[in-house]
């Protein structure tokens, strides 16, 4: 069974940082991604980062580039998401999933990405 275990998440201030981390077990993939994505009440699902584990490609979402770093510890099928200069609008439920290198998941879609972890909620206070 492919399980993904996200962490990390909780209340900050504006300006603080916050790390998160997700952990795969139980899948087989060669060339796969795991990737961060966000969701707020009545919104859909956006993608905020990737990383594949062939090649360290890595995604960024526009508005979290330069402030979040993606990074990955392929031994422990962990990767990890450190966010800086946290802003209120970063607050979100944030979830990670895995998915195989296609190109729905190159491009950051959430149909590219099958097994999904719980969510983890980050909320950044004014």
């Known amino acids: 069974e492919i399980q993904l275990q996200a962490s990390g998440g909780g209340l900050v201030q504006a300006g603080g940082s916050l790390r998160l981390s997700c952990t795969a077990s139980?899948?087989?993939?060669?060339?796969?991604?795991i990737g961060w994505f966000r969701q707020a009440p009545g919104r859909s699902r956006e993608g905020v980062s990737y990383?594949?584990?062939?090649?360290?490609?890595?995604y960024y979402l526009d508005s979290v580039k330069g402030r979040f770093t993606i990074s990955s510890d392929n031994a422990k099928n962990t990767v990890y998401l450190q966010m800086n200069s946290l802003k209120p609008e970063d607050t979100f439920v944030y979830y990670c999933a895995l998915g195989p290198r296609t190109i729905q998941s190159m491009l950051g879609s959430t149909r590219g990405y099958e097994y999904w972890g719980q969510g983890t909620q980050v909320t950044v206070s004014s």
């Open positions: 990383i594949t584990n062939t090649d360290g490609t890595i």
């Open positions: 139980g899948f087989t993939f060669d060339d796969y991604a």
